[in-house]
């Protein structure tokens, strides 16, 4: 019997043999997917196991061709994991033919400071609400108009949007290297990779309760001014 990890990050199972072949065949599990025997403690892609291999020929034992120099295809999409694979990987493709960093990421530009926590990039993201204080303490110390505020802002996401891809695809080559060097076996490699990548869900929820909170604030101030306006009249 086997455990496996789904593209939402939870753990299903046990499930039989059949059952793998089977999802495999509805493509609801992919070659990355971590899978593991209840009787073992490591996770490893299924296609690592000889009974599924089959069920993907073109994925071998080894390392699909790097997609940049160092650093295959299988590490790049095991520290992604299943949430928007493909499009990174078509990104980083691209990045690593041409040479280029600029590649353009709407979630990065919309929501930088989201984005950032979403994808584990926790640096980045204590670098962003570093700037948005350092440019609050110098509109108040400067007396500078909301105006600069606001251009910082834009400029600050312009920056993300452009080069948000290949900052994540820096941060994977970084993190991916620290693994593989702390980890000899493959095994736990591909255990690591997956606990240290992927995507954080509960940043949604945690950036979402002070978001709430400053609505329902505004709703209650708006509230009272109209009751106030109400009575003077």
């Known amino acids: 019997m086997y455990q496996i990890i789904g593209a939402d990050g939870r753990e299903y199972g046990p499930l039989t043999a059949e059952q793998i072949r089977a999802w495999a065949t509805e493509d609801r599990i992919r070659?990355?997917?971590?899978?593991?025997m209840e009787s073992d403690q490591h996770w490893k892609p299924v296609s690592?196991?000889?009974?599924?291999?089959?069920?993907?020929?073109?994925?071998?034992?080894?390392?699909?061709?790097?997609?940049?120099?160092d650093i295959s295809e299988d590490e790049?999409?095991?520290?992604?994991g299943d949430k928007n694979q493909h499009y990174y990987l078509s990104k980083w493709q691209v990045i690593a033919a041409t040479g280029g960093k600029v590649s353009w990421n709407w979630a990065a530009f919309f929501g930088e400071i989201i984005?950032?926590?979403?994808?584990?990039m926790y640096l980045y993201t204590f670098v962003i609400l570093a700037v948005m204080a350092a440019t609050g303490?110098?509109?108040?110390?400067?007396?500078?108009?909301?105006?600069?505020?606001?251009?910082?802002?834009?400029?600050?996401?312009?920056?993300?949007g452009m080069f948000g891809n290949y900052l994540y695809l820096t941060h994977a080559r970084r993190k991916i290297a620290e693994v593989k060097l702390a980890y000899q076996d493959q095994n736990l490699q591909c255990e690591q990779l997956a606990q240290i990548g992927g995507i954080n869900r509960r940043v949604?929820?945690?950036?979402?309760?002070?978001?709430?909170l400053?609505?329902?604030?505004?709703?209650?101030?708006?509230?009272v001014i109209a009751i106030k306006i109400a009575l003077v009249k």
């Open 31 to 36: 070659p990355e997917t971590m899978v593991k």
């Open 76 to 80: 790049l999409r095991l520290f992604v």
């Open 137 to 160: 303490l110098l509109e108040a110390g400067l007396g500078l108009s909301n105006i600069f505020c606001c251009g910082m802002s834009i400029l600050e996401s312009v920056v993300f």
């Open 115 to 120: 984005w950032t926590a979403y994808r584990k």
């Open 48 to 69: 690592t196991f000889p009974e599924f291999a089959n069920l993907w020929p073109q994925v071998g034992t080894q390392n699909r061709p790097a997609v940049v120099s």
């Open 204 to 212: 949604i929820l945690w950036l979402s309760i002070p978001l709430i």
């Open 214 to 223: 400053l609505l329902v604030t505004a709703i209650v101030l708006l509230i």
